[in-house]
């Protein structure tokens, strides 16, 4: 199992998601590219995620095809991989990531680039969700912003690179035949949607994703989460998953 996070987050937005579910998988949960503590690149797409994605799982010697469970920006780089790595994928998981819009962080973190600050305590205390929700427990908070900085020798600064927000690649209007609403109708491996009760996908497109997927896998709303469940609702968020687990298990 491969939890991709969302864009400038990294992978220790997990730690408290992947024990519970490493009783019956083998999980890992890489830094994409321009993310936490992985090497930046000079243009970001969402192929190149993708194949990350999916190469992470042969370094780790990982048996068998891949669950990847992405959110936000992670649910589209996981839908890519997806559509482009069909048959070395077992499912996929796509939690609160909107039909259109890549990165709901973007217009917040393309301004980070420059931004460095003179003390940890500083920087750590404008720790914050992007896009902000009402409840973030505190002690994953604690945690996962002491996770998201570096030490430059000026100062410090976030770990995500800032040009990943620029430029075209995370386009909030992407083509049709680009977004997330066509992958989901097009990619052959088994899928499941978990929508944010309080979160980014709003009645409306929550009904259309749910038509969308009919039969062809569950689509499951956690109740008063927000935006990003595992700051909020991190064990109805296990729940959910392990559930999904065991129901492809034995189907």
Known sequence: ??????????????????????????????DLSGHGDSDARNVYDLPTWAKEVVEVCAAVGASGRPIIVGHSLGGWVA?????????????????????????????????HKHTQYRTRGEILARFTAVPSQEVILPYLRE?????????????????????????????????????????????????GYVRCERGLVPAEMAE???SILQLRGPFVELAEAGHHPMLDQPLPLVATLRTLLEFWSIT
């Open 1 to 30: 199992m491969v939890l991709v996070h969302g864009g400038g987050a990294h992978s220790g937005w997990w730690d408290h998601i992947a024990p519970f579910l490493s009783r019956t998988h083998l999980v890992v949960a890489p």
């Open 208 to 210: 259309r994703i749910r």
């Open 79 to 111: 839908a890519e991989a997806a559509m482009q790595y069909a048959d070395q994928i077992n499912s996929m998981v796509v939690i609160d990531s909107p039909l259109r819009d890549r990165a709901p962080e973007e217009a917040r973190l393309r301004d």
């Open 143 to 191: 945690h996962i912003a002491a996770e998201s900085i570096r030490e430059t020798g000026h100062g410090w600064v976030w770990k995500f690179d800032a040009a990943i927000f620029g430029g075209e690649l995370l386009d909030p209007t992407p083509d049709d035949q680009d977004s997330l609403e066509t992958m989901l109708a097009r990619m052959r491996c088994r899928l």
